[in-house]
T-cell receptor
Framework: QSVLTQPPSVSGAPGQRVTISCTGS?????????VNWYQQVPGTAPKFLIS???HRPSGVSGRFSASRSDTSASLTITGLQAEDEAFYSC???????????FGGGTKLTVL | QVQLVQSGAEVMKPGASVKVSCKTS????????MHWVRQVPGKGLEWMGI????????TYAQKFRGRVTMTRDTSTNTVYMEWGSLSSDDTAVFYC?????????????????????WGQGTLITVSS
């Protein structure tokens, strides 16, 4: 059972907007720690997408944005493209565990 | 450019230990913490621990304490992750990943937690 909870799957048609949630608690997201998002195409290493402080590495499309509210965070992808089909994982620090944790991951299917 | 190159896939017997290496290049090795992440086939990412390459200090996730040991060799800019007492449930891909924050020459900064560069992954298969 992951400390950060994500929906197992989401889907959307090309051009649409999708949002992936990451639900935590007062010991992680709710405590104000950054939430980082990663994209992973099956069979490859994860790729850092964006953090909740809106830091986006160079090369990552502006179609990816992140937000947070209370004990939850969200990753939003606009203008969905076939190449966005992948697994997406959130990550934050948990002060009750005293280490970082990942969400269980969400599979995005582009219809 | 920053590169993290991990050792190759291995098949191990139950009860054995395995040591995975992660050789780095393209940046100052001692100025970035290194994370290790496990991924069981078909499952999500699990944060295992972190090592500070300059001093060698480590922090391990509760779940993995007692079975994992992270070390580094500053002469070769390589970090290692040793995983012991393998069982058939331990088949997984292990990734090393560089923390994005430059902690400076004296290590006065802290890791950010965000992993900006990843190794290619090392598949460890446990089978009798």
């Amino acid at each position: 059972q992951s400390v950060l909870t994500q929906p197992p799957s989401v889907s959307g048609a090309p051009g649409q907007r999708v949002t992936i949630s990451c639900t935590g608690s007062r010991s992680n997201i709710g405590a104000g720690y950054d939430v980082n998002w990663y994209q992973q195409v099956p069979g490859t290493a994860p790729k850092f997408l964006i953090s909740s402080n809106t830091h986006r590495p160079s090369g990552v499309s502006g179609r990816f944005s992140a937000s947070r509210s209370d004990t939850s965070a969200s990753l939003t992808i606009t203008g969905l493209q076939a190449e966005d089909e992948a697994f997406y994982s959130c990550q934050s620090y948990d002060n009750s565990l005293s280490h970082w944790v990942f969400g269980g991951g969400t599979k995005l299917t582009v219809l | 450019q920053v590169q993290l190159v991990q050792s190759g896939a291995e098949v191990m017997k139950p009860g054995a230990s395995v040591k995975v290496s992660c050789k780095t290049s393209g940046y100052t090795f001692t100025r970035h913490y290194m994370h290790w992440v496990r991924q069981v086939p078909g499952k999500g990412l699990e944060w295992m621990g972190i090592i500070y390459p300059s001093g060698g200090s480590t922090t391990y996730a509760q779940k993995f304490r007692g079975r994992v040991t992270m070390t580094r060799d500053t002469s070769t800019n390589t970090v290692y992750m040793e995983w012991g007492s393998l069982s058939s449930d331990d088949t997984a891909v292990f990734y090393c990943g560089r923390d994005s924050n430059d902690v400076g020459y004296y290590g006065s900064g802290s890791p950010s937690g965000s992993i900006d560069y990843w190794g290619q992954g090392t598949l460890i298969t446990v089978s009798s």
